[in-house]
């Protein structure tokens, strides 16, 4: 596996599908499903991870604890695909390949963003249970250079 060059890192984003950028930007910000995250192991292999996410400005950041596997995996080669679709027809979402960042600061602050985006109850035994680790959380930044949209609601409305 070749490790990425400059350009590969810095390349602008391009959105084709569909849906508009301001379109894309709605769907993700209103989007309570996990982004599917692939990047290379360790082996050479893609690995898949699904984490919750928010969007801010164009990029989607999640927080995982410091030492996930993910997390190695960006840190040594930050080339990705991601993926944000509904599980369920009429199917719709965006999908692409993107650069991946791990910030070693926010990530307390991210998990705290998320638990009250996901969870019904940000109180609940299980946020208290992700808080109390919340001091080993880093933020991850997945930063798209090319997006697909898709939807196929108009089409499969009636067969849904």
């Known amino acids: 596996m070749s490790s990425p060059n400059r350009d590969d890192t810095q390349a602008k984003s391009s959105c084709s599908g569909p849906w508009s950028t301001q379109q894309v930007g709605e769907f993700l910000r209103s989007a309570k499903i996990p982004v599917r995250l692939a990047c290379y192991g360790s082996s050479g292999f893609p690995v898949l991870a699904s984490l919750w996410f928010v969007e801010r400005e164009g990029s989607l950041w999640c927080a995982t604890q410091r030492g996930a596997d993910v997390v190695s995996h960006i840190s040594r080669d930050p080339r990705c695909a991601f993926e944000v679709s509904v599980e369920r027809a009429p ?17 307390e602050t ?17 946020a208290a249970s992700l808080l109390r680790r919340a001091d080993r959380e880093v933020a991850i930044e997945i930063t798209p250079r090319v997006c697909v949209s898709w939807d196929f609601r108009e089409r499969m409305g009636a067969a849904s």
């Open 110 to 126: 991210l998990l705290r963003e998320l638990i009250g985006r996901y969870l019904d109850d940000p109180s609940s035994d299980f």
């Open 91 to 107: 199917y719709c979402g965006v999908r692409g390949q993107a650069i991946a960042s791990v910030h070693e600061e926010g990530g």
